[in-house]
């Protein structure tokens, strides 16, 4: 029932306007012995993947405090991501940021997971930039980033 536990998160975290798809549907069929679980969710546009950003080019400051900001305030509202990686955050034409993925997320209290979501995100993007232009992911990209998260 994986389904239905991704949308009753994701639809507690849009009703208090936080920055994940608006859930629309959850589907469950159980087939002797597996299942299929469907989630539908509303579409973000126009909106790419970091790692697909940070393979089209350097990704500017404002852009980094704003992911850390968004993951700022997931983490405040107890989200526990967890496969928070390059691939699971969009970013928007405007400057917007959207979390996707959130399967196997949870709510949590306040703890240590919020600093192994974002280790977890760092090693995404150490992989993702390691075959890139050595400009994508600097320490300064990170720098920024935290930046956001502890700002807001």
Not at 13 to 28: D, H, I, N, Q, T
Not at 36 to 56: G, N, V
Not at 118 to 126: E, G, T
Request: proline share 5%; net charge positive; charged share 25%.
């Amino acid at each position: 029932m994986r389904s239905f536990t991704e949308w009753r998160l994701l639809h507690y975290l849009s009703e208090r306007g936080l920055a994940v798809p608006k859930p629309v549907a959850a589907f469950y069929r159980r087939e002797r012995w597996t299942y299929r679980c469907d989630l539908i969710t509303e579409r973000i546009s126009p909106a790419q993947p970091m790692s697909a950003a940070l393979k089209a080019g350097t990704l500017a400051e404002p852009v980094w405090r704003a992911v850390g900001a968004a993951l700022a305030r997931l983490h405040r509202h107890g989200v526990d991501h967890a496969d928070l990686n390059a691939h699971n955050i969009l970013l928007g034409a405007s400057g917007e940021v959207s979390v996707i993925d959130f399967d196997r997320g949870r709510l949590r209290a306040p703890g240590a997971w919020g600093f192994r979501n974002l280790a977890r995100l760092k090693r995404s993007l150490q992989k993702i930039a390691a075959d890139m232009p050595a400009d994508r992911f600097t320490p300064a990209s990170w720098a920024a980033l935290m930046a956001g998260y502890q700002a807001d």
